[in-house]
T-cell receptor, first 116, second 119 residues
Framework: AQSVTQLGSHVSVSEGALVLLRCNYSSSVPPYLFWYVQYPNQGLQLLLKYTSAATLVKGINGFEAEFKKSETSFHLTKPSAHMSDAAEYFCAVSELGSSNTGKLIFGQGTTLQVKP | GAVVSQHPSRVICKSGTSVKIECRSLDFQATTMFWYRQFPKQSLMLMATSNEGSKATYEQGVEKDKFLINHASLTLSTLTVTSAHPEDSSFYIC???????????????FGSGTQLSVL
């Protein structure tokens, strides 16, 4: 079975500092990977996705993530944090073998705090 | 872009009553919808997969008689929490996808969620 582990339930950075949110996955075959952001009392918004094309994926709001097969990782980064980046971030992997597209397995989530 | 509308955004009900949550795809036909549940400070857990015109597929541990899912049309899926109890209080989120869409393409969208509080 596939799984996703997000290291660090809470990450705090200063405004302008590098953002690094860690995600490791477990899968017997190359997965499709996603990062979502969730603001308080809202649904999820897709930041970026990896679908076996380029290993470095660029998303919205200046975020990017790199798929590293050897490390089974898909860490999310942003060079310079903004106050508006404060939110909950979820890493997700597609469930292989499912006849229904869109069935995702989510990590535990990481709360990003941005300090002025 | 495509929009998934989820209603209501927040509901408070008394224990023992039933609550219906609607999930609508506004500008596309969603043959498959997913219902997730999220407890405070926790991740999203898939509850069930809803296919238009057929019975929903529930994940292990989810009571299908308690969480009734109906996907009667290509644009609407509903989740009814029957005989709600305080432990059912949670954030419920739906997502919708389109038939034939491959994993990873853009045709997967999430609703804004429903915060259910059972007193």
């Amino acid at each position: 079975a596939q799984s996703v582990t997000q290291l660090g339930s809470h990450v705090s950075v200063s405004e302008g500092a590098l953002v690094l949110l860690r995600c490791n996955y477990s899968s017997s075959v190359p997965p499709y990977l996603f990062w979502y952001v969730q603001y308080p009392n809202q649904g999820l918004q897709l930041l970026l996705k990896y679908t076996s094309a380029a290993t470095l994926v660029k998303g919205i709001n200046g975020f990017e993530a790199e798929f590293k097969k050897s490390e089974t990782s898909f860490h999310l980064t942003k060079p310079s944090a903004h106050m508006s980046d404060a939110a909950e971030y979820f890493c997700a992997v597609s469930e292989l073998g499912s006849s229904n597209t869109g069935k995702l397995i989510f990590g535990q989530g990481t709360t990003l705090q941005v300090k002025p | 872009g495509a929009v998934v509308s989820q209603h209501p955004s927040r509901v408070i009900c008394k224990s023992g009553t039933s609550v219906k949550i609607e999930c609508r795809s506004l500008d596309f036909q969603a043959t498959t919808m997913f219902w997730y549940r999220q407890f405070p400070k926790q991740s999203l857990m898939l509850m069930a997969t809803s296919n238009e015109g057929s019975k929903a597929t529930y994940e292990q541990g989810v009571e299908k008689d308690k969480f009734l899912i109906n996907h009667a049309s290509l644009t609407l899926s509903t989740l009814t929490v029957t005989s709600a109890h305080p432990e059912d209080s949670s954030f419920y989120i739906c997502s919708a996808t389109v038939r034939g869409a491959y994993i990873g393409n853009e045709k997967l969208f999430f609703g804004s969620g429903t915060q259910l509080s059972v007193l």
